[in-house]
């Protein structure tokens, strides 16, 4: 009986869930609710869910091209698709609604809404990894640039050669030169874009570099190389603990397999024998 009541109240939730779809379509056909422009009316309301870093980890993934308008756009689509989430839980269990349910309404909603930022953090710690291994060899060439030209223009030398997942940075630290700012700010946007092992440390050096006189350059150059060499020595170093890590990892699953296989077949061996 019991089971029976819950099988009506689904159904019920899910006859209301229809009718509401049905009515939104027709709404929405003849152009009496509009949609899209109900989430832009309510977007202003929930900008201040936007995550601090949401606007570099698109450009991280998307590239430097990406507009304030596009950000919009893509934060209003995970604001749309968290309320969506979040109306349908509500419909389904209207029948059965108390404080409880409406608060998981609330909170599957803002898991929705989330789940874009969280596939964007994760891309940003894949290339995080990339940056830290890639960072010593670009200024192993820029080191190479710097002992024919002044820094800014060894900067802007090397852009169109560097990786590609610098180039954004650096055309920003370029502009910010070539606009006049010599100050150290420039530099340590870069080391922000870019937050891996020593970043900060190799700006303040190349920052130093630019200032120098030139009867000093050699000896501040003969620094940065070191420096640079040591952080190559060092990415080399973090190349081959990954091989070996990832070595292990597949050397630890065959033994797994293989004792799980070993076992699985003694316990259907011992159990036919019982069995017969």
């Not at 606009?179 to 190799?202: E, H, I, L, N, T």
């Amino acid at each position: 009986m019991r089971m029976w009541g819950l099988s009506n109240m689904n159904s019920q939730s899910i006859m209301f869930l229809l009718i509401a779809a049905i009515i939104f379509f027709i709404f929405h056909y003849n152009k009496v609710l509009d949609g899209k422009k109900f989430i832009n009316d309510l977007s202003p309301y929930f900008h201040f869910l936007m995550e601090d870093d949401y606007k570099f980890l698109l450009i991280l993934k998307y590239g430097a091209d990406i507009t304030d308008a596009d950000v919009d756009v893509l934060y209003r689509k995970r604001i749309r698709t968290g309320l969506i989430a979040m109306s349908i839980f509500f419909i389904y269990n209207i029948n059965k609604m108390n404080f409880v349910l409406l608060l998981f309404s609330v909170i599957i909603g803002f898991a929705i809404f989330k789940i874009d930022y969280a596939k964007l953090k994760s891309n940003h710690k894949q290339h995080m990894h990339q940056i830290n291994l890639m960072l010593p060899y670009y200024l192993k060439s820029l080191e190479i640039l710097i002992q024919h030209y002044t820094v800014p223009v060894a900067i802007n030398r090397s852009i169109p050669t560097a990786p590609e997942i610098f180039q954004p940075g650096l055309k920003r630290l370029a502009a910010a030169i070539d606009a006049g700012d010599s100050s150290v700010d420039p530099y340590m946007q870069f080391a922000k874009d870019y937050p891996v092992r020593d970043s900060m440390r190799m700006m303040r050096l190349l920052y130093r570099l630019g200032l120098g006189s030139q009867e000093n350059k050699q000896e501040q150059l003969m620094m940065f190389s070191r420096t640079v060499s040591a952080l190559q020595n060092k990415s080399r170093e973090q190349r081959y603990q990954n091989r070996l890590d990832k070595m292990e990892n597949k050397t630890m699953l065959m033994l797994f397999c293989t004792g799980g296989g070993v076992l699985g077949f003694m316990l259907l061996t011992m159990f036919m024998m019982m069995g017969s």
